[in-house]
């Protein structure tokens, strides 16, 4: 398969979602030619605000590769992902993302994450929903737990 159907398999499984009553995104994890993960929006229909098309796909990807992590692989989606997708995607580290849909474009369907863009570069204590850093005996332990352990898998 080459990119531009990569790209709409994603665009694909978007329609097929909100089809089925689902949000209208949709994603895939390729390696080496081959689709190892999928994913659509299922916020509303599972309840879940993670449930986003690229977690999700990120989600199947790993569990069918028997890893943490997607290098060697690429990210196609129906559009630009979110800020809880990027956050996700430089988690799982693949080679290459591809997008159908910019940001302005699901922004005028209804999905605009501006707003989020802008409160990730405020303080804490200065967002919509306000953060605040409570110091607590104790809270170093499990870094310093972390840090010592030889058998950890690195992420």
């Known amino acids: 398969m080459s990119r531009d159907r990569f790209l709409r398999e994603a665009v694909r499984l978007a329609?097929?979602?909100v089809r089925g009553?689902?949000?209208p995104f949709g994603a895939i994890v390729v390696r080496?030619?081959?689709i190892v993960g999928q994913g659509q929006n299922r916020v509303t229909v599972s309840r879940d605000p993670t449930a986003h098309a690229e977690v999700m796909a990120i989600r199947d990807a790993c569990t069918n590769l028997g890893s943490h992590q997607l290098a060697g692989c690429e990210l196609y989606?129906?559009?630009e992902p979110c800020p809880?997708?990027?956050g996700a995607i430089y988690w799982a580290r693949p080679d290459a993302?591809?997008?159908a849909n910019e940001r302005d474009e699901?922004?005028?369907?209804?999905f605009d994450d501006a707003f989020i863009y802008d409160e990730i570069e405020l303080l804490p204590g200065d967002r919509r929903i306000r953060m605040y850093r409570v110091e607590v005996d104790g809270a170093g332990e499990p870094f310093r737990l972390?840090?010592?352990k030889t058998d950890r898998v690195e992420y």
């Open 32 to 34: 080496n030619g081959e």
């Open 84 to 86: 809880m997708c990027l």
């Open 15 to 17: 329609s097929e979602s």
């Open 21 to 23: 009553n689902g949000g």
């Open 106 to 110: 699901a922004a005028a369907a209804g």
């Open 146 to 148: 972390w840090q010592a």
């Open 97 to 99: 993302v591809f997008f």
């Open 77 to 79: 989606s129906s559009s």
